[in-house]
């Protein structure tokens, strides 16, 4: 019990000291698995497209990456409960349950974590017992639960997976003020979208400016977020009827057209300079040039035609929603092994050099596309070796566990910020923005791999490595284990 106290004052003082959000929420998972006497603890952050696990700890460990799919009715069930809930392993997804059984787990423990009636996230762990829970391991899991909602509650780098909680936000958010702007009427929904409740709104000046009458005005809060604000006059009253809508998925959707607009014309730029400079230069000194030149010349511009065609096929895979890269894809066994080799050597040479590889023989077959290895792994060594030393390695390695076989890539560079490892597969997205970034790209590598990996049943992560630098890891259903589960864990 003095260990538990003396952890949980360690986890007090990292958060005053504004210690990064996944940092605190992933020593806050594993203080719940040792208060709680579990096998494991996870943690799923929430936003409108569903959850993800951004944490685990234990058992849990192996589903860090993974979907969680809110129409469950698993999840469902913790979603509509405003206690503990309590599950056994018929209730779990079948691909959780399958996993959690060979490790030994029977009975699982849930809480949902909520902020003004929002979902931000929920608490797992799981117990070798069938159940029910004991009075210690409830109270640890209310604790947990409650310390991890004053963690969102004080943001630090929270929300990590980004977006709209997973509750619909409503869209009559509705207010009436008087003739000079004050506050008369405040719904429910109102107090919701601004984050102010009645009784710190009636009474006082609405918090965004009162347009008039049939105008529309696009606001932006403090906290970053717009509304789009609506008013009507009341006739023969003198009061204003106004209307406040939560638009800043819209305006982010604006944004991120005008960051594709600029990042391609600037990364387009360079190759399609490089290529053109090589081709004139032939067509205007072939007969000068010696053969090794020319040579040269004609083995640049197919590499660099070749970064401009993968420039391109990025591009194209992520205009609009992308659905190119939806839906489940029809997998068939393959050797992971032999596809990691192959897709090692149609590496280009520069890089090849830098990679160690170390894939035992004897690895299970994974089930999914293996077409699509060679992007995967282009990808996530490119990214490595991008924001490492030039003679620094990068290290590939696989793993296989009772139901996935996969792989690591890790590197020693720069490392990746715990509050950025899952904005790192967000549309591009860059670690640094502005004109003086220190290194290029469109931020586009990363949402493709997680895109590729998920529609194959898989998922993949990342970690910052405990020496320096990032770990990726991908991991796919094994071949000899059927094709688990379509969606979620």
Do not use: C
């Not at 869209?171 to 107090?191: C, E, F, K, L, P």
Request: net charge negative; no cysteine.
């Amino acid at each position: 019990m003095e260990g538990l106290f003396a952890e949980l004052t360690a986890l007090a003082d990292m958060v005053n000291a504004g210690t990064p959000g996944l940092t605190a929420v992933q020593r806050m998972v594993e203080f719940t698995q040792a208060a709680a006497g579990a096998e494991g603890a996870g943690f799923a952050e929430y936003s409108s497209v569903g959850g993800r696990v951004i944490a685990g700890s234990g058992v849990s460990v192996w589903g860090l990456g993974r979907h969680v799919d809110p129409a469950h009715p698993m999840i469902v069930r913790l979603m509509s409960s405003d206690s503990l809930i309590e599950v056994g392993l018929d209730e779990m997804p079948v691909e959780l349950a399958e996993h959690m059984k060979d490790a030994g787990v029977r009975h699982m423990l849930a809480a949902k974590i909520e902020l003004s009636r929002r979902v931000v996230g929920t608490l797992h762990t799981y117990f070798s017992g069938e159940g029910p829970a004991t009075a210690v391991q409830r109270n640890a899991m209310a604790l947990s639960a409650s310390l991890l909602g004053h963690l969102y509650l004080d943001g630090q780098g929270l929300p990590v997976y980004g977006g709209e909680p997973v509750t619909a936000m409503p869209a009559d958010a509705i207010a009436v003020v008087n003739a000079d702007g004050t506050v008369r009427s405040w719904n429910d929904a109102a107090a919701t979208v601004t984050g102010r409740p009645a009784a710190t709104a009636l009474g006082r000046p609405l918090p965004v400016r009162v347009p008039t009458h049939g105008q529309v005005l696009d606001q932006r809060l403090p906290d970053g977020r717009w509304l789009q604000v609506l008013a009507t006059d009341l006739p023969g009253t003198g009061d204003r009827l106004v209307t406040l809508r939560d638009v800043t998925q819209a305006h982010r959707r604006e944004q991120a057209r005008d960051l594709f607009v600029t990042v391609t014309s600037h990364e387009l730029r360079t190759p399609v300079t490089v290529i053109k400079g090589y081709a004139d230069t032939l067509a205007d000194h072939w007969d000068d040039l010696p053969e090794a030149a020319r040579r040269d010349a004609a083995e640049r511009l197919g590499q660099r035609s070749g970064e401009l065609a993968r420039l391109v096929e990025r591009l194209l895979s992520a205009v609009g929603d992308g659905s190119a890269l939806g839906g489940p894809a029809a997998g068939l066994p393959f050797d992971l092994g032999e596809a990691l080799r192959d897709a090692v050597a149609e590496l280009p040479v520069e890089i090849r050099t830098t990679v160690q590889v170390d894939i035992p023989d004897a690895l299970p077959k994974a089930l999914g596309e293996r077409a699509t290895v060679a992007t995967v792994l282009s990808e996530l060594v490119t990214n490595a070796v991008k924001y490492a030393d030039p003679d620094s390695p990068v290290e590939l390695s696989t793993l296989a566990e009772t139901r996935s076989v996969g792989f690591r890539v890790s590197d020693r560079g720069i490392g990746l910020s715990p509050e950025h490892v899952e904005r790192a597969f967000d549309r591009f997205w860059q670690a640094e923005s502005g004109n003086h970034r220190r290194y290029g790209g469109v931020g586009l590598g990363l949402y493709l791999v997680r895109r590729l990996v998920e529609r194959q049943n898989g998922w993949v992560s990342l970690r910052p490595r405990e020496l320096g630098g990032t770990v990726a890891e991908v991991r796919l259903p094994r071949a000899d284990q059927g094709p688990g589960e379509a969606k979620a864990w």
